[in-house]
């Protein structure tokens, strides 16, 4: 069963606003991760953030955990034409730290 | 550096027929797993191997089967496939289970008619 689940599942912009994309669970986890997705390709690891953190930031990312509302968000300031991809959230908790990935958000930066 | 290689990239197999995707990981890392992607699906764990030697089932493991050959291979086989085996598969990397960050492969476009 899917942990996570992102909100919204599309957005469009344009290039040089900020994105935001959610990610909800439902159980007690150990650490959340977001990945994104070019058309065609695997996918690639942006941010891990542990269960005792609440904000981390990588560049122009900045990733927010409330594990009192087991929710997460992604933002991407300042976007660019090639952020355009898919982006992931995986949960990864219980005693055999898998990790469960929702089924995306669908970003696109418009030139 | 190569990181995660999956082998074919893309296979076209009748129903009833058998096939095994390789994937080869070079960054000595422990852990390894197969996940499928589907349309409106995300991401599903197939199998995965938390260290050499030992293999688990994940969500979707029905029709599938893996071996650990060593710690840089993990290999994936359909026995007889289904069309509903249609999919993209993944293999990923990481250095242990649920807690680094996984490194995946570009994937294999599977289609079963």
């Known amino acids: 069963s899917q942990q996570g689940e992102e909100d919204p599942q599309a957005l469009s912009i344009q290039e040089g606003e900020n994105a935001t994309m959610n990610c909800s669970y439902k159980?007690?986890?150990?650490?959340l991760q977001w990945y994104r997705q070019n058309s065609g390709r695997g996918l690639v690891h942006l941010i891990l953030i542990r269960s005792n953190e609440r904000e981390k930031h990588s560049g122009r990312l900045r990733v927010t955990l409330d594990t009192s509302k087991k929710s997460s968000s992604l933002l991407i300031t300042a976007s660019r034409a090639a952020d355009t991809a898919s982006y992931f959230c995986?949960?990864?908790?219980?005693?055999?730290?898998?990790?469960?990935f929702g089924k995306g958000t669908l970003l696109t930066v418009n030139p | 550096n190569a990181g995660v290689t999956q082998t074919p990239k893309f296979q076209v197999l009748k129903t009833g027929q058998s096939m095994t995707l390789q994937c080869a990981q070079d960054?000595?890392?422990?852990?390894m797993y197969w996940y499928r992607q589907d349309p409106g699906m995300g991401l599903r764990l197939i199998y995965y191997?938390?260290?050499?030697?030992?293999?688990d089932k994940g969500e979707v493991p029905n029709g599938y089967n893996v071996s650990r050959l060593n710690k840089r291979e993990f290999s994936l086989r359909l026995e007889s496939a289904a069309p509903s085996q249609t999919s993209v598969y993944f293999c990923?990397?990481?250095?242990?289970?649920?807690?680094?960050?996984?490194?995946f492969g570009n994937g294999t476009r599977l289609t079963v008619t």
């Open positions: 990923a990397s990481s250095e242990a289970t649920g807690v680094s960050p996984l490194h």
């Open positions: 191997s938390a260290s050499e030697g030992t293999t």
């Open positions: 960054m000595n890392h422990n852990s």
């Open positions: 159980t007690s986890i150990n650490n």
């Open positions: 995986a949960t990864s908790g219980g005693s055999n730290y898998k990790l469960t």
